[in-house]
């Protein structure tokens, strides 16, 4: 049973580029999370997604972050025009349900490097 | 704002003996503390959880000791092992979707 499946592991972008992060959950998980790290600082929540719907998007930048969990295929964390203060580890977790109740599964993350 | 403090920021051990990291938090409405292991280059992974009508949780050598009065929670380490050498992370959430993390402790524990 793979676990949550983030590519790529690495990814440069120039400033002002798009950056496109995939992450595909545990099989059986319906609840997808993306969560930001700065060096030195923990996990920043930026946004919940189920299957088709947004759920909770409280913790994204109001612009050129979006996010996406279509029905079929990985969730998508789109940053438009990146900027040198993207640079981070983008991760993304799943659950079967509420993680309030069984936690999140993490990924080994994408780490974003603006140059 | 800061919903979750982690101390100590880095912690280092001599082999065998006991690692103690402790969070804080304000919101009462917190129900479930989980905490993190993070090894260089790889995501988080669950290592305990606890919930607030508990006051200890123990899997192996590792312990979560929770106060709900005073609103703060520790992990402690027993026996630690230079294989510990990690980042820990305290949690919190309520109602499930969102968790609001510590900012981390390093722990180095030496032979």
């Known amino acids: 049973n793979a676990g949550v499946m983030q590519n790529p592991r690495h990814l440069v972008r120039r400033r002002g580029q798009e950056a496109r992060l995939r992450c595909s959950p545990m099989?059986?998980?319906?609840?997808v999370y993306w969560y930001r790290q700065l060096p030195e600082e923990g996990l920043k929540f930026m946004v919940y997604l189920q299957k088709e719907n947004i759920i909770d998007e409280s913790g994204m930048p109001k612009e050129r972050f979006s996010a996406e969990f279509p029905k079929e295929g990985p969730s998508i964390l789109r940053i438009q025009q990146v900027v040198r203060g993207d640079s981070a580890a983008y991760f993304c977790?799943?659950?079967?349900?509420?993680?309030?109740?069984?936690?999140?599964?993490f990924g080994s993350g994408t780490r974003l490097t603006v140059v | 704002q800061q919903q979750v403090k982690q101390s100590p920021q880095s912690l280092i051990v001599q082999k065998g003996g006991i690692s103690i990291i402790n969070c804080a938090y304000e919101?009462?409405?917190?129900?479930?503390f989980p905490w993190y292991q993070q090894f260089p280059g790889k995501g988080p992974a669950l290592l305990i959880a606890?919930?607030?009508?508990?006051s200890e949780k123990k899997e192996g050598r590792f312990t979560i000791s929770f106060n709900k009065s005073a609103k703060q929670f520790s992990l402690h380490i027993m026996d630690s092992q230079p294989g510990d050498s990690a980042t820990y992370f305290c949690a919190a959430s309520k109602s499930g979707n969102q968790f609001y993390f510590g900012t981390g402790t390093s722990l180095t524990v030496i032979p």
């Open positions: 606890i919930r607030p009508d508990v």
């Open positions: 919101n009462t409405a917190f129900d479930y």
């Open positions: 099989k059986g998980h319906s609840h």
């Open positions: 977790a799943s659950s079967p349900r509420l993680a309030g109740e069984s936690g999140y599964t």
